[in-house]
């Protein structure tokens, strides 16, 4: 049956229509399918990136793992080489190589830089990297060429120290300063207040280990460039020990009782004459060197008229002048350095050389030391000069044991350390260059001239009295630090104490406290007690009370003086108080004081402005 033409017309509107409605479908059709494809594509980059993250965070557990294993193998290695167990150092220091280059690997690759261009937990990653590339090259181009030394390569052989091989170590404390001061540098770059708190907080303890690495490879390249000169590799030294009896006390320990020479030549050293300081010329009409300044207003002539007293001021550079123009005009030879010790510093040395044995039949040790030097040897004789010849007796045994390798060298270079960090060692250089490598360090025997590093306040004590009693003295000091209004107050309270008895006294002998200025016993004790700089004296007193005192300005410092008189049992306190100007700021407080036979317990509280 056919269709009516109505029909056929409605069938064609109906067909036009319905290709209508499918060409305007299509256009909204490839948009899904567009976005559709987009949010896929999205969905799998972010799985991508996922996985890839989830990739670095295990690799991240991973170096999290070696580099905590690197730092007691890294001690193992450092306590090795001190030893001198060369195998064991070289074995530590391939497996601390191999932990550090495991720990650089796996902080590297693709999926490791992808996580680091994550925003936010991209630097994280990052900073990951740096530290197990830092902790990579330390162990690569420090630790490894350092394990093949022990330091009993360095023990003198035949009398002779091995100056080619320090020299050996010259290139390898050159590439550690350059390869610790690389490593600061990049971990500096990150700012530890946008990592994540685990992250942060293992960048800063990798910086610290690094800053006091790099405060130590310094000073240690400066030693070892230094030891060949010093030791006569370019021609004979002579240099002078100023042995200081801590008994009859001094701003820097003890008064000089002994000058020794020691010669050194092509690493050989030897000792030569020895001079009671009671030899050379005393009472002179004028000092032997010319003083200035705070040292001569502070200290008077006498510092440079009377050899003993040379080490009155705590200026270790002053002493030396003083001792090496004393023995010039004595002996007629030039010293090309000087070197001051006293006896605790003494007993230091002989824990590292064993017992040595006294012309009298004494064994002297490292523990008996100060009690016989001390106290003892001024029972033996009524010549004033006994003590300062053993002492020199000690120490001449004590050196020619090391001159001949008989020592433990590790038990040395701690005895070394702890007396140079105690002030009890110091030395100082009359060549130019050589004077100039120790300007700041330990060894100078100076105080610091500027607060950057750390704010000192320095308490120094002189007899007054010729008591060779302060052997048995006790002292401490406390220091408490406030800020009011901007300004910081310094106040520092010193502790002495005079415990010898009376009926100690009866059984020393007369010239141990003469009593001919003031009784038997009284310990007269003078306190040159040295502020910051940029401060000023505010308040000197006594048990509480104010104090008969006076201000003056030393190595651009304040310093209050005070005199006191302390009677057997008896004990003082003297307080000082410095004050700063309004808005200075300050390091971390430190208080220094003269040291002593006996361990000087010294506190600090409170904290500067700013």
């Given at each position: 049956?056919s269709?009516?033409?109505?029909?056929?017309?409605?069938?064609s509107?109906?067909d036009?229509?319905?290709?209508q409605?499918?060409?305007?479908?299509?256009?909204?059709?490839r948009v899904?399918?567009?976005?559709?494809?987009?949010?896929?594509?999205?969905?799998?980059?972010?799985?991508?990136?996922?996985?890839l993250?989830?990739?670095?965070?295990?690799?991240?557990?991973?170096?999290r793992?070696?580099?905590?294993s690197?730092?007691?193998?890294?001690?193992?290695?450092?306590?090795s080489?001190?030893?001198?167990?060369?195998?064991?150092?070289s074995?530590?220091?391939?497996?601390?190589?191999?932990a550090a280059?495991?720990?650089r690997?796996?902080?590297?690759?693709?999926?490791?830089?992808t996580?680091?261009?994550?925003?936010?937990?991209?630097?994280?990653f990052?900073?990951?990297?740096?530290?197990?590339?830092a902790?990579d090259?330390?162990?690569?181009?420090?630790?490894?060429p350092?394990?093949?030394f022990?330091?009993?390569?360095f023990?003198?052989?035949?009398?002779?120290?091995?100056?080619?091989?320090?020299?050996?170590?010259?290139?390898?404390?050159?590439?550690a300063i350059?390869?610790?001061?690389?490593?600061?540098?990049?971990?500096?770059a990150?700012?530890?207040?946008?990592?994540l708190?685990?992250v942060a907080?293992?960048?800063?303890?990798?910086?610290d280990?690094?800053?006091?690495?790099?405060?130590?490879v310094?000073?240690?390249?400066?030693t070892?460039a230094?030891?060949?000169g010093?030791?006569?590799?370019?021609?004979?030294?002579?240099?002078?020990?100023?042995?200081?009896?801590n008994?009859?006390?001094?701003s820097?320990?003890?008064?000089?009782?002994t000058v020794?020479?020691?010669?050194?030549?092509?690493?050989?050293?030897?000792l030569?004459?020895?001079?009671?300081?009671?030899?050379?010329?005393?009472?002179?009409?004028?000092p032997?060197?010319?003083?200035?300044g705070?040292?001569?207003?502070?200290?008077g002539?006498?510092?440079?008229?009377?050899?003993?007293?040379?080490s009155?001021?705590?200026?270790?550079?002053?002493t030396?002048?003083?001792?090496?123009?004393?023995?010039?005009?004595q002996?007629?030879?030039s010293?090309d350095?000087?070197?001051?010790?006293?006896?605790v510093?003494?007993?230091?040395?002989?824990?590292?050389t064993?017992?040595?044995?006294?012309?009298?039949?004494v064994e002297?040790?490292a523990?008996n030391?100060?009690?016989?030097l001390?106290?003892d040897?001024?029972t033996?004789?009524?010549?004033?000069?006994?003590?300062?010849?053993y002492?020199?007796?000690?120490?001449?045994?004590v050196?020619?044991?090391l001159?001949?390798?008989?020592f433990?060298?590790k038990?040395?270079v701690?005895?070394?350390?702890?007396?140079?960090d105690g002030?009890?060692l110091?030395?100082?250089?009359?060549?130019?260059?050589?004077?100039e490598?120790?300007?700041?360090?330990?060894?100078?025997?100076v105080?610091?001239?500027d607060?950057?590093d750390r704010?000192?306040?320095?308490?120094?004590l002189?007899?007054?009295a010729e008591a060779?009693?302060?052997?048995?003295?006790?002292?401490?000091?406390?220091?408490?630090v406030?800020c009011?209004?901007?300004?910081?107050?310094f106040?520092?309270d010193?502790?002495f104490?005079n415990?010898?008895?009376y009926?100690?006294l009866e059984t020393?002998?007369?010239?141990?406290?003469?009593?001919?200025?003031?009784?038997?016993?009284?310990?007269?004790?003078?306190?040159?007690?040295?502020?910051?700089?940029?401060?000023?004296?505010s308040?000197?007193?006594?048990?509480g009370?104010?104090a008969?005192s006076?201000?003056?300005?030393?190595?651009g410092?304040p310093?209050?003086?005070?005199t006191?008189?302390?009677?057997?049992?008896?004990?003082?306190?003297?307080?000082?108080?410095?004050?700063s100007?309004?808005?200075?700021?300050?390091?971390?407080?430190?208080?220094w004081?003269?040291?002593?036979?006996?361990r000087?317990?010294?506190?600090?509280?409170?904290s500067?402005?700013?």
């Amino acid at each position: 049956m056919s269709e009516s033409f109505d029909d056929l017309v409605a069938g064609s509107r109906r067909d036009r229509s319905g290709r209508q409605r499918q060409d305007e479908r299509r256009p909204r059709r490839r948009v899904g399918r567009i976005i559709g494809w987009s949010i896929l594509a999205i969905v799998v980059l972010a799985i991508a990136l996922a996985v890839l993250v989830g990739v670095a965070t295990t690799q991240a557990l991973s170096v999290r793992e070696n580099l905590s294993s690197a730092i007691p193998i890294a001690q193992r290695a450092q306590e090795s080489i001190i030893s001198g167990d060369a195998d064991a150092a070289s074995a530590a220091a391939s497996e601390l190589s191999d932990a550090a280059a495991q720990a650089r690997a796996d902080a590297d690759g693709f999926a490791w830089r992808t996580a680091e261009l994550v925003p936010v937990v991209g630097q994280n990653f990052a900073a990951i990297r740096v530290a197990a590339e830092a902790v990579d090259d330390l162990a690569t181009d420090v630790v490894v060429p350092f394990s093949s030394f022990s330091l009993s390569d360095f023990q003198p052989q035949d009398g002779r120290l091995p100056l080619d091989r320090i020299e050996e170590l010259l290139p390898l404390f050159s590439q550690a300063i350059e390869t610790v001061g690389d490593a600061r540098s990049s971990l500096a770059a990150f700012d530890r207040d946008t990592l994540l708190f685990p992250v942060a907080s293992a960048v800063d303890d990798l910086d610290d280990k690094l800053s006091t690495l790099e405060s130590a490879v310094g000073p240690a390249a400066d030693t070892v460039a230094l030891l060949p000169g010093l030791m006569g590799a370019d021609g004979p030294k002579t240099y002078l020990l100023a042995a200081q009896n801590n008994a009859e006390i001094r701003s820097q320990g003890g008064l000089i009782g002994t000058v020794i020479a020691i010669r050194a030549e092509d690493g050989r050293i030897a000792l030569a004459d020895a001079i009671p300081a009671t030899s050379f010329p005393r009472g002179r009409d004028e000092p032997i060197v010319e003083l200035t300044g705070g040292t001569a207003d502070l200290y008077g002539s006498q510092l440079g008229r009377y050899i003993q007293d040379s080490s009155v001021t705590p200026d270790f550079g002053v002493t030396a002048d003083v001792v090496s123009a004393y023995w010039q005009e004595q002996t007629g030879e030039s010293s090309d350095g000087v070197i001051t010790m006293d006896v605790v510093a003494l007993s230091h040395m002989l824990r590292a050389t064993g017992p040595v044995e006294l012309s009298n039949g004494v064994e002297i040790d490292a523990d008996n030391a100060t009690q016989v030097l001390l106290r003892d040897a001024y029972t033996w004789s009524d010549d004033r000069d006994i003590v300062d010849l053993y002492f020199a007796e000690t120490a001449g045994a004590v050196f020619t044991r090391l001159s001949s390798g008989d020592f433990d060298i590790k038990g040395l270079v701690e005895g070394v350390t702890k007396a140079v960090d105690g002030r009890r060692l110091a030395f100082t250089s009359f060549d130019e260059q050589v004077a100039e490598r120790l300007e700041g360090t330990s060894f100078s025997g100076v105080l610091p001239d500027d607060n950057d590093d750390r704010t000192l306040i320095a308490a120094y004590l002189n007899d007054a009295a010729e008591a060779k009693l302060y052997v048995y003295a006790a002292v401490a000091s406390t220091t408490e630090v406030s800020c009011d209004a901007g300004v910081t107050s310094f106040t520092v309270d010193i502790d002495f104490e005079n415990p010898v008895t009376y009926e100690k006294l009866e059984t020393l002998p007369r010239y141990v406290s003469l009593g001919r200025f003031y009784p038997r016993g009284e310990l007269v004790t003078r306190f040159f007690v040295y502020g910051p700089q940029g401060t000023t004296v505010s308040a000197v007193q006594v048990d509480g009370g104010n104090a008969k005192s006076r201000t003056a300005e030393d190595l651009g410092r304040p310093v209050a003086v005070t005199t006191i008189n302390t009677p057997p049992t008896e004990s003082h306190t003297v307080s000082v108080t410095f004050e700063s100007e309004a808005g200075a700021s300050f390091a971390d407080v430190e208080t220094w004081v003269t040291p002593m036979t006996k361990r000087v317990e010294s506190t600090v509280s409170g904290s500067a402005c700013g």
